[in-house]
């Protein structure tokens, strides 16, 4: 963890009041045409910053809108309402060209690096696309870009001929990362990248993360479910509920000390060989509710051991609870 303060560094990406909804197709015939339209908010009203040089780790079980919240701030999906601001410009009002150019400054690597890959293309070719796009490279000169960088995520420029299928899991990771840093972007999002990869060789790629990292000023937005490795890479931690945002704090404050009941089982969860760093388990009674039909009030109560009525009524807002700490829990005065 880098330790930035939060009152000196500038925000790169401000994200306010993001919000996506998903219309659900309706059934065949003429009483499900008349059936009110079924809507998912996946991500709703949404609002963090991060700033330049900064990890915000991001976390939450699956189904909680992380992913979906990672495609909204690079235009995959359209968001419903909200503002993505990137210093300074708007990127929800961009379009056409501007659009396209401005897309150079944020990317994204996959959590499946073999799905992410076009199997029928060379590496060389995968990583040369986005130069040969955004730059309008020739051939020629985009092969000796890819030549020159190939190296920065551990690959042998013999390898470049190469096809997908032919490299191990982490080889396919570091490929997805040359793809995603040869445009030298400012921020970049991780949805899960060391997910998929046996321990030994996410530790690997963690480090070459970092390393790229200082190496070429990066943001990054880290969305994970491991906590551990989310701590590790985080300067700060965001926690996520049903496509709200329940906690925010330093990562260190966040581990040590998590305020929401829904942090603290998660935090509880993670095995620890060490007795005296071991938390009592907090265990989450029944499932995730339906995205289609969230409870009101609250919407962690119905797993809430400490839920009570104004839980079931009314929504918690996030409310500072200390330097930099957030958390929407009725728990705590400044949320109600």
Not at 10 to 21: C, D, F, H, Q, S
Request: charged residues 20%; proline residues 7%; positive net charge.
């Amino acid at each position: 963890m880098t330790g930035l303060r939060p009152d000196t560094a500038k925000p790169l990406l401000e994200v306010r009041g993001l919000t996506r909804e998903f219309e659900l197709p309706r059934s065949f015939g003429a009483r499900m045409l008349r059936a009110p339209r079924r809507i998912v908010r996946a991500v709703n009203g949404v609002s963090f910053g991060i700033r330049r040089g900064e990890t915000l780790g991001l976390i939450g079980e699956s189904g909680c809108g992380k992913s979906t919240l990672a495609r909204l701030l690079l235009r995959l999906h359209e968001p419903t309402r909200g503002e993505v601001v990137l210093d300074g410009t708007d990127v929800t009002a961009l379009a056409g060209g501007e659009l396209q150019r401005f897309r150079r400054r944020m990317q994204i690597m996959f959590q499946d690096p073999y799905a992410s890959l076009n199997p029928r293309k060379t590496v060389e070719q995968i990583v040369a696309a986005p130069l040969r796009l955004h730059e309008g490279l020739s051939w020629s000169a985009a092969r000796e870009r890819v030549a020159d960088f190939i190296g920065c995520v551990g690959l042998q420029p013999s390898q470049l001929q190469r096809f997908p299928h032919q490299f191990s899991g982490g080889q396919r990771q570091r490929i997805g990362i040359a793809r995603a840093l040869v445009l030298r972007p400012e921020f970049v999002i991780c949805d899960e990248p060391v997910s998929a990869l046996d321990v030994s060789i996410q530790a690997q790629i963690i480090d070459l993360l970092l390393t790229l990292k200082a190496d070429l000023g990066l943001t990054y937005l880290f969305i994970s479910h491991d906590l551990a490795v989310v701590g590790y890479l985080s300067d700060r931690i965001a926690v996520m509920y049903l496509g709200e945002i329940v906690e925010m704090a330093p990562a260190r404050a966040l581990l040590e000390a998590p305020a929401h009941p829904y942090t603290q089982a998660l935090l509880s969860a993670v095995p620890r060989l060490e007795r005296a760093q071991r938390r009592a388990r907090v265990r989450l009674v029944g499932d995730l509710p339906s995205p289609l039909a969230p409870p009101p009030g609250c919407k962690f109560h119905t797993r809430c051991p400490h839920a009570t009525a104004v839980c079931r009524r009314d929504l918690p807002v996030l409310a500072p609870l200390a330097e930099g700490h957030v958390v929407a829990c009725h728990l705590y005065p400044g949320a109600r």
